[in-house]
């Protein structure tokens, strides 16, 4: 069974600090998703990476996939208050099937 | 932007009551989903289908059931509502029916069952 691992669970920050995110697994992925979920509406797909090694920036997101494709990182530079939600990663597995979820991120990013 | 839609957004009911959570997308989607999420907590999916006349179960084991009768519109059911099944339901489709496509969520039941 393929398994996402998130890290840490919940992050509480204050605005302007740097933070990363982390999405592990011993198993590898065709392609890995980082979704974000505000609070009372569904997740919404900020990026996908396909490539071992992709770098995705978003403003100032940037998204990276590790040179295995077997885990994932969000890095956010200068987090502001509408950062804070939940993120979520999720993998595409390699053979056909679902997208696999980890158990999310809950950030809190105080004025 | 998302066009997919799930009514009611909040639900409160009695033990017992039957109940059907409405999902409907206008983007030609084949491959819908539902999710159950406790707040803030991780997804579990329950239930998705491939098209018409396609019904899976998902990898958490649920008492709901789901019809696919058009593309569109992909509902869900509980005969009988426990106090257990209250949770955010989350309906959402994806343009492929392979792996990795990105997922268009709805913004989510939230059932409390009394």
């Known amino acids: 069974t393929q398994l996402l691992e998130q890290s840490p669970q919940f992050l509480s920050i204050q605005e302007g600090e740097n933070l990363t995110v982390y999405c592990n697994s011993s198993?590898?992925?065709?392609?890995l998703q980082w979704y974000r979920q505000e609070p009372g509406e569904g997740p919404v797909l900020l990026v996908t990476?396909?490539?071992?090694?992709e770098v995705k920036k978003l403003k100032r997101l940037t998204f990276q996939f590790g040179d295995a494709r077997k885990d994932s990182s969000l890095h956010i530079t200068a987090a502001q208050p509408g950062d804070t939600g939940l993120y979520l990663c999720?993998?595409?597995?390699?053979?056909?099937?679902?997208?696999?979820f980890g158990k999310g991120t809950k950030l809190s990013v105080k004025p | 932007e998302a066009d997919i839609y799930q009514t009611p957004r909040y639900l409160v009911i009695g033990t017992g009551k039957k109940i059907t959570l409405e999902c409907s997308q206008t983007m030609g989607h084949d491959k819908m989903y539902w999710y159950q999420q406790d707040p803030g907590m991780e997804l579990h999916l329950i239930h998705y289908?491939?098209?018409?006349?396609?019904?899976e179960k998902g990898d958490l084991s649920s008492e709901s059931t789901v019809s696919r009768i058009r593309t569109e519109h992909f509902p869900l059911t509980l005969e009988s509502a426990r106090p257990s099944h209250t949770s955010q339901y989350l309906c959402a489709s994806s343009e492929f029916t392979g792996t990795g496509g990105k997922l268009f969520f709805g913004s989510g039941t939230q059932l409390s069952v009394l």
């Open positions: 198993s590898v992925f065709s392609s």
């Open positions: 289908s491939y098209g018409v006349n396609s019904t």
């Open positions: 999720a993998g595409g597995p390699r053979s056909q099937g679902n997208l696999i």
């Open positions: 990476v396909v490539t071992g090694g």
